[in-house]
C-alpha cells in the first residue's frame, strides 16, 4: 500500500475482501478441518494458524464463522485465543460480539494490562461504526488520557486503522486533533507518539487530505502546542 500513490482505504479493503472471499470459497472445508485440526494443538504455531485461518473466515462467510470464534472465545484456555476471537467478533455487528466485549470488560476492567488489550481489539475494528464506538470508550472508565498505555491502545490504533480514519466529512481528523490537543497539554510526549497517525496523509485521497491538513493547521495554531508534536505535524503538510 505505501507504494501506491493514492492510499484509499476502502478501495484495500474491498480487495481484501474480494481476493478473501474467493479463496475461503474454493477452499472453505480444508480451511474448517485445519482450525479443527490445529485447535486440539497447543503449539505457539498452531495458535498462529488457526486463528489466521478464523481471520479468513470471519470476513468470508460470517455468519457461519460467528458461532466457532463464539465457541473459542468461551473455551479459550490461553489469552492469546481469547483475544483473537475477541478481535475478530469486534468484526461483526453481532449478538455474540457484544456479549463477549460485556464479558471481557466486567472480568479484567481492573488489570490494566489486559483492558488495553480489549480496547484495541475494537479499534482495530474494519466495522462503520468503529469511529463511534472509539469515542464512547474514551469517556468509558477507566480509560484515562491520564495513562499513555490507555492512549497507545485507543487513539494509536484508531490512528493506524486507515478505513476508520477516513471518515467523508472528516469528523475523525476533528476530533483526533481535538485529543491531541488535549494530550500534549498533559504529556507531550504521548501526543509526539500520536502525530504519526498523520504520517501518509500526503497520500490519502484529495479531499481527505485537504480535510486532515486543515485540522493539523488548527492544532498548529496553538501558541502552547509542544515543540515535537510541532515538528512532527509540520512535516505532514
Partial sequence: AQEENILDAKAFHA????????????????????????????????????????????????????P??????????????????????????????????????????????????????????????????????????PFSLENPNNIYSLHMVLGGNYLAMQQDDGKTFSWFCDELLKIDEKNPQAAARLCGSFNFLKKFPPSLKQLGQLEIKRVLSEPKLSKNTRELLEGCI
Avoid at 478441518?33 to 473466515?57: E, M, P, V, W
Avoid at 479459550?76 to 468484526?91: E, F, G, P, S, W
Avoid at 464479558?103 to 494490562?113: P, Q, S, Y
Fill in 15 to 66: 480487495a481484501y475482501l474480494t481476493l478473501t472471499k474467493s479463496f475461503v470459497q474454493k477452499c472453505e472445508s480444508s480451511l474448517l478441518d485445519l482450525y479443527h485440526q490445529h485447535h486440539q494443538l497447543k503449539t505457539s504455531a498452531s495458535r498462529a494458524l488457526k486463528n489466521r485461518i478464523l481471520g479468513f473466515l470471519i470476513d468470508a462467510i460470517p455468519v457461519k464463522a460467528i
Fill in 68 to 141: 466457532l470464534i463464539f465457541e473459542q472465545y468461551n473455551s479459550a484456555q490461553n489469552m492469546t485465543d481469547k483475544i483473537n476471537a475477541l478481535v475478530y467478533l469486534c468484526r461483526t455487528q453481532s449478538t455474540e460480539k457484544e456479549i463477549a466485549l460485556n464479558e471481557f470488560f466486567n472480568r479484567w476492567k481492573d488489570d490494566a494490562v489486559v483492558f488495553n488489550k480489549w480496547l484495541q481489539a475494537q479499534a482495530l475494528s474494519p466495522s462503520e461504526n468503529t469511529f463511534e464506538r472509539v469515542q464512547q470508550l474514551s469517556r468509558l472508565s
